[in-house]
């Protein structure tokens, strides 16, 4: 009998419970994550959609919206995650994690103009291992005051 085998039993055999993803586990396998963290990785500013050349950025993640203010980013610009004020969320292995790049007009900055969304989906979270990480990326194009267009990349870990 394989040792991965003779010890359910014997722990089965000497009225011990052990839980059936322990005893499944071959050795040296690592387990696959029931939950991920996903966080904004970087956005890099391509064409800007306002007409005076600055785009004024927020997240939206489950309507709460990062920074609390702004930022403001012109062509070739790219922001990380920590311009934002660092927007992160966990997911399962169902369901999925939306990201909203809002363009906003300040002084008064609101929820804005939604130029474009990127999912993160829990199919890809049941994918990774705890630690292994997946890149999500999305170009995001259109116009709205002009042609714009943005490059979206978040980073998934598995938990």
């Not at 010890?7 to 387990?31: F, N, S």
């Not at 939306?98 to 939604?114: K, Q």
Request: some cysteine; hydrophobic content about 35%.
């Amino acid at each position: 009998m394989r040792p991965q085998k003779l010890i359910p039993a014997v722990a089965l055999a000497a009225g011990l419970t052990i839980p059936m993803a322990v005893a499944a586990q071959p050795a040296g396998a690592t387990a696959k994550s029931s939950t991920c963290r996903v966080e904004v990785e970087y956005l890099d500013l391509i064409n800007v959609d306002e007409s005076d050349g600055t785009d004024e950025v927020r997240i939206d993640l489950a309507g709460y919206f990062y920074p609390s203010n702004y930022v403001a980013m012109q062509a070739g610009d790219r922001a990380y995650s920590g311009n934002f004020a660092n927007p992160t969320t966990t997911i399962g292995t169902t369901g999925y994690a939306n990201f909203s790049i809002r363009e906003v007009t300040p002084p008064v900055v609101g929820s804005g103009t939604n130029l474009g969304s990127i999912n993160a989906q829990g199919s890809t979270c049941a994918t990774l291992s705890t630690g292994q990480v997946a890149h999500i990326y999305k170009y995001i194009s259109g116009t709205d005051d002009t042609w714009y267009s943005y490059y979206f990349r978040l980073v998934m870990t598995g938990l």
